[in-house]
């Protein structure tokens, strides 16, 4: 991670030995919101408008991030009062509700959850070999399928927590897509290539991937194009339950967000390989995405960007990328992260950030 793009604050707290709420400085939340229920990614009542899965989904914390820097030796959390969430038999509990925590691109530690979801504590030592540096700049991963009520870190008496590293852009760069996007099968939070794309690039980023529910339904749509954002990754291809389905909402869409954003950079990016291709037509479905690529391009705009989620996993046997065929585990996730990141730096480069 480049130091330039980092900003410390000077707020700064000396631990009593006490668990602190993640909400109050100097801890900074990104990526999600808090009401009187928990967390949450999109407001409920725009997501209970759509259907009952984005309602659920919508209180999941995917995507949200705690960043903070201390001088300890050893950091605790404590995960107080399930919002939603549960065991899922496609991913490890960890994935679905436990935390994992990384200093700068570096992994720290992950937080594991009972088997059964509850409030919970989890305290871990800090790998501090090489590190040249007696401080560190933490950022903890939300869980991807679950949510808590409220979230605490703890440090031994007499160490210090103060304001974190900021992310590289103020503004989120916000992705809207299917299960693969929300983070299903990660093997825990920090591992979906929304996240990778977070960390590797010092990236803030909102995830709006609701797992079997991306359909661009009109209050999404509005919802969407409402939103102040950086950059906008439409990624929805699996959730289409077909290639007409898609081609009456993709452009549609895509020009929504570019009527209320005309210069914010778009890029539109068709599924990763699914085992049953031919079934899915998925060469139709990919010629309508990239039509509205085309169609964009043609109308003069040059903010838009094409990735043929099909070439993600060419470096890396099929069925190492996926555990079932359809959704990646991590390898298939940090390809992912493979295909995306030199756009997202061709970006971030034009943007002088």
């Avoid at 977070?198 to 919802?223: I, Q």
């Avoid at 990763?272 to 060469?283: H, K, L, M, Q, S």
Wanted: hydrophobic letters at 35%; charged letters at 25%; glycine letters at 8%.
């Amino acid at each position: 991670m480049e130091n330039n793009n980092i900003v410390y604050g000077q707020k700064e707290i000396i631990s009593k030995g006490e668990y602190i709420n993640v909400d109050e400085a100097p801890f900074k939340v990104y990526g999600v919101k808090k009401d009187e229920i928990g967390y949450y990614r999109m407001p409920r009542d725009v997501a209970a408008s759509i259907n009952d899965t984005i309602r659920v989904y919508a209180g999941c914390t995917a995507g949200g991030s705690v960043r903070f820097m201390t001088n300890s030796p050893t950091v605790a959390i404590k995960a107080e009062t399930p919002v939603c969430g549960g065991l899922y038999n496609h991913m490890p509990p960890v994935g679905s509700f436990g935390f994992d925590m990384y200093e700068g691109t570096k992994f720290q530690q992950t937080f594991f959850p009972p088997l059964q979801i509850s409030t919970f504590e989890s305290s871990h030592n800090l790998y501090t070999e090489d590190s040249g540096s007696e401080w560190h700049d933490l950022t903890i991963f939300m869980p991807v399928l679950s949510s808590y009520k409220n979230l605490y870190v703890k440090v031994p008496e007499g160490y210090v927590i103060k304001s974190g590293g900021k992310y590289r852009n103020e503004k989120p760069v916000v992705f809207y897509g299917s299960s693969i996007t929300h983070g299903s099968c990660s093997g825990k939070p920090g591992s979906n290539y929304v996240n990778l794309l977070s960390r590797g690039l010092n990236m803030y980023c909102v995830n709006l991937g609701f797992a079997g529910a991306a359909k661009a339904e009109k209050p999404m749509v509005d919802y969407l194009a409402s939103l102040d954002m950086e950059v906008f990754v439409l990624d929805y291809d699996h959730n289409a339950p077909d290639a007409e389905y898609l081609r009456e909402t993709h452009r549609p869409l895509f020009e929504a967000v570019r009527e209320k954003h005309p210069d914010i950079p778009i890029i539109i990016a068709s599924a990763v390989p699914f085992i049953y291709e031919n079934g899915r037509c998925a060469d139709e479905r990919r010629r309508v995405i990239y039509e509205t690529y085309e169609s964009a391009v043609r109308s003069g705009d040059k903010n838009v960007y094409f990735l043929n989620g099909c070439d993600f996993f060419k470096e890396v046997p099929y069925d190492y990328c996926t555990l079932d065929g359809i959704h990646p585990n991590d390898v298939g996730y940090y390809m992912m992260y493979k295909g995306f990141k030199p756009t997202f730096e061709e970006i971030f480069k034009k943007l002088n950030k």
